[in-house]
């Protein structure tokens, strides 16, 4: 099993940054590709970004390209969400997800195929 806890998550204002930070741990080495998926209330849960296991590869979501930057550091177990230039229709719950794929240079876009899950955490930007 593998447990995600992210953290970093709050209240900002527009055009304001979070740094949002995931660690994983337990059995960490059947994991590669993680990202962070996001939720806003009425909405389904959509891809805010993802990463490759050695960070070669990355996808965004159309919403959050050239705001948002996504990062890890195997060596800490640790996968980050730089997000900037932030704007209201960016609050919701952030999740953290993991998979192990076939493939470790590659990434996954489908939430379907995420094995874990943390617990999310808020980011509400308002003034």
């Known amino acids: 099993q593998v447990q995600l806890v992210e953290s970093g998550g709050g209240l900002v204002q527009p055009g304001g940054s979070l740094r949002l930070s995931c660690a994983a741990s337990?059995?960490?080495?059947?994991?590669?590709?993680m990202g962070w998926y996001r939720q806003a209330p009425g909405k389904q849960r959509e891809l805010v970004a993802a990463?490759?296991?050695?960070?070669?590869?990355?996808e965004y979501g159309d919403s959050v390209k050239g705001r948002f930057n996504i990062s890890r550091v195997n060596a800490k177990s640790t996968v980050y969400l730089q997000m900037n230039s932030m704007k209201p229709e960016d609050t919701g719950v952030y999740y953290c997800?993991?998979?192990?794929?076939?493939?470790?240079?590659?990434?996954?876009?489908?939430?379907?195929?995420?094995?874990?899950w943390g617990q999310g955490t808020q980011v509400t930007v308002s003034s």
């Open positions: 997800a993991a998979v192990f794929l076939i493939r470790p240079m590659t990434v996954s876009k489908n939430p379907n195929e995420y094995t874990y």
């Open positions: 337990g059995s960490i080495f059947s994991i590669n590709a």
């Open positions: 990463i490759s296991w050695g960070g070669g590869k990355i």
